[in-house]
């Protein structure tokens, strides 16, 4: 793995120290939105260079961090010239996971970098093989169920390695902590003695009847697996109640929900329509990713999502394609509602602590995550539950003990006191 370096160090050209210093807060996105850059095909001098200078209302991308990508081995020439470039292997890694991308920068800004520290902490506390130069991951990936509590690893119920993640072996993964959240819940359907866990989210999902992860696991509501790309998966689905359904988004320490990268795209030949004013369905229609990869997200039925307010407000106040931040997960998400569980509840768990879940900048100016879900996915149940909320309820469960201490003692403490 690429070692982490501190951004304010690295430097190769004069001012570069003053500019990194000038976008500190929005680092990890301008690298992110670098390697989306390269993410299909390879890129050009000019590319970058008209990248770096920001188009249609996108703000450029600072350009040393093109020639930075290149120093940490993200991306490499493809000939002598260097006028092409594209990703490597760990490039690829690292835009399959951005919240992995705060490791680079040595945890910047304080709440990754103290969970790094504290979760390297717990895991020499349990004798994990680590990574010399990363001890908050396991040195082989191959291991990555030592990233779960010992009651569930094995368990019949754990995703197939098609849709385990990249980084799963990543003590700070947001799908081994929903794996630990929630495959106690899984197994307690069939398996009295984990019947605790059903105690424990009553008081969220009461009566559960099946619980699955990836979902699904089998066909491609939104038409994603024929163009090559991944799939979008729901997290967790829950079968409860009176035959409710609750689709679940498990968040831990990841800066907010995730964007679109087609804007990015050497392939795409319709960036005017990305940056089109007064974004509706007709511009949807001509969407590079409707259009040219044949997605259903704006294909009939008309989508759900372009009635919400989060939309309209969106089209009015700002030029361009709405869905190229955080609403686009939120968008995907929507759509699985739409075309695979009609009247489903949308459902966000992820720990208070995480500072993006009260940042202005990711809630679109709400000043809750409960008040964005309520704007973002209007007409559909949304709920947030807090990490902190079920961790209070497991301790007046006493069967629930030893999960307990596993959680607060990697999960809890790990992001405690951040701001």
């Not at 009566?207 to 729901?234: C, K, M, Q, W």
Request: hydrophobic letters at 35%; charged letters at 25%.
């Amino acid at each position: 793995m690429t070692k982490k370096s501190n951004l304010r160090s690295s430097g190769s050209s004069a001012g570069t120290g003053d500019a990194i210093e000038a976008v500190d807060d929005l680092l990890a996105e301008y690298i992110h939105r670098a390697l989306l850059a390269h993410e299909h095909e390879e890129t050009t001098t000019d590319r970058r260079r008209s990248l770096a200078r920001g188009t249609g209302g996108q703000p450029g991308i600072p350009g040393w961090i093109f020639g930075w990508l290149g120093r940490k081995e993200l991306t490499v020439a493809v000939d002598s010239s260097d006028e092409r470039r594209r990703l490597t292997d760990e490039g690829r890694r690292y835009l399959a996971e951005p919240e992995c991308i705060e490791d680079l920068l040595g945890g910047n800004g304080g709440f990754i970098r103290r969970a790094n520290e504290r979760l390297a902490a717990f895991a020499r506390k349990g004798d994990l093989v680590t990574q010399p130069d990363r001890p908050w991951v396991l040195k082989d990936a191959a291991n990555w169920q030592d990233n779960l509590w010992e009651g569930i690893q094995g368990s019949k119920v754990l995703p197939p390695r098609r849709d385990r993640h990249t980084w799963a072996h990543h003590l700070r993964s947001s799908q081994a902590f929903a794996l630990n959240l929630f495959v106690p819940l899984a197994r307690s359907v069939q398996e009295p003695s984990f019947r605790w866990a059903a105690d424990v989210w009553r008081p969220c999902f009461d009566r559960v009847a099946a619980v699955a992860f990836e979902y699904p696991a089998i066909g491609d509501p939104l038409n994603e697996a024929e163009s090559g790309d991944h799939r979008t998966r729901v997290d967790v689905k829950i079968d409860f109640g009176n035959k409710q359904v609750a689709l679940v988004e498990v968040k831990y320490t990841e800066p907010g929900f995730g964007g679109c990268s087609a804007y990015y795209s050497d392939e795409n030949r319709a960036r005017d329509v990305c940056r089109a004013p007064g974004w509706s369905t007709k511009h949807a229609q001509h969407c590079y990713l409707t259009a040219v990869k044949k997605r259903r997200y704006f294909r009939d039925p008309v989508p759900s999502c372009f009635g919400f307010p989060a939309i309209q407000d969106y089209a009015q106040e700002q030029a361009g394609c709405p869905f190229h931040g955080g609403l686009y997960q939120i968008m995907r998400n929507a759509r699985m509602i739409d075309l695979a569980a009609p009247g489903a509840e949308f459902v966000v768990v992820a720990p208070l602590a995480n500072p993006a879940l009260k940042s202005s900048r990711s809630l679109y100016g709400k000043s809750t995550i409960g008040d964005f879900l309520t704007w973002a996915v209007p007409g559909t149940r949304t709920r947030f539950v807090d990490f902190e909320r079920i961790v209070e309820v497991a301790r007046n469960v006493s069967d629930a003990r030893d999960w307990l201490g596993y959680m607060e003692s990697k999960y809890l403490r790990a992001i405690e006191g951040a701001s």
